[in-house]
């Protein structure tokens, strides 16, 4: 079945977010909802959000999942938000139970503060099936930018997270910790043996002068044409490029705020003694 995409691009992070559904009026699902974060002010807004909510009420859906690829570094998730509002269920793959491990450890995190993903209302396997509506989707494991990506297919589409940019711009690093830019060439290999026509739709796009925003590809355009692991590039190339680029990288904008929030699926520590919450900033710990 072929699922209508709707995508949104939040320019300020370069994130796209997805509503899936099969028709208007039907079931949907959001994929990678962006909260609004200025990091000058540490001040959140729900702009990108609403925007989404508005599309969905427009063409009657119902929200049966809000799905995150992984526990984003570079934009705060807006799913407590927009399960409030809309419903649904929070989903991400299982393996986010050692990203919440590393992460209470480098942020000193509450003793309450559990590492079961129990934050999360379901937590998916690698081969999972699952319904949105009437169209079938599956959850595919794809570690290496971090060590708990998850893609989902839904229909005849596959929304990569961080594995595949746009075959002009490549791949996503694997500097975090936990990442392995190994193990992300084997989970691009796993993309890219999927029927050549599938429609892949990237998390992150980060346009050159020379054209605008841009998020669907194919499983051949990126087989062919991807800089990084297209025309038949060795693991051992890969792995050579992606170590030595990732090197010469600066850590996300938001990496220190998004990373304590996103593994609480998106929701925020509770407020202190006097009302305010607040988020930590490890010294010299990236």
């Known amino acids: 079945m072929q699922a209508i995409t709707q995508p ?11 509503v899936v559904y099969e028709a208007p009026g039907s079931a949907g699902a959001i994929v990678d909802p962006v909260l609004d974060y200025d990091p000058k002010a540490a001040r959140t807004s729900t702009e990108s959000a609403d925007a989404v909510i508005a599309f969905v009420r427009e063409s009657q859906l119902s929200v049966e999942w809000i799905l995150e690829t992984h526990a984003h570094a570079d934009h705060l998730s807006a799913a407590p938000y927009l399960k409030r509002t809309l419903g649904g269920k929070t989903g991400i793959g299982e ?20 590492l079961d993903g129990s934050q999360f209302d379901h937590l998916f396997a690698d081969g999972e099936r699952f319904m949105i509506g009437e169209i079938e989707a599956t959850a595919l494991f794809v570690p290496g930018h971090t060590p708990a990506d998850m893609a989902y297919r839904i229909g005849d589409a596959v929304f990569v997270g961080d594995t595949l940019f746009m075959p002009d711009l490549g791949t996503a690093r694997c500097d975090f910790p936990g990442g392995s830019a190994r193990r992300l060439y084997r989970s691009i290999q796993r993309l890219l043996a999927l029927d050549p026509d599938t429609r892949i739709f990237v998390c992150h796009d980060y346009p050159p002068e020379t054209r605008g925003p841009q998020w669907q590809t194919t499983v ?15 693991e051992d190339e890969f792995v050579a490029m992606r170590e030595a680029r990732d090197a010469t990288l600066g850590m996300p904008t938001l990496i220190l705020p998004a990373i304590q929030v996103n593994i609480r699926a998106g929701h925020f520590p ?8 607040y988020l930590k900033i490890p010294l010299n710990a990236f």
């Open 95 to 114: 393996s986010i139970c050692a990203v919440q491990g590393v992460f209470k450890k480098i942020f000193d995190l509450e003793p309450e503060f559990q």
């Open 8 to 18: 949104f691009f939040d320019i300020d992070t370069g994130t796209m977010t997805y």
């Open 220 to 234: 051949r355009e990126q087989s062919e044409k991807n800089i990084h692991v297209g025309g038949g590039k060795t």
């Open 270 to 277: 509770e407020a202190a003694g006097n009302g305010t919450t």
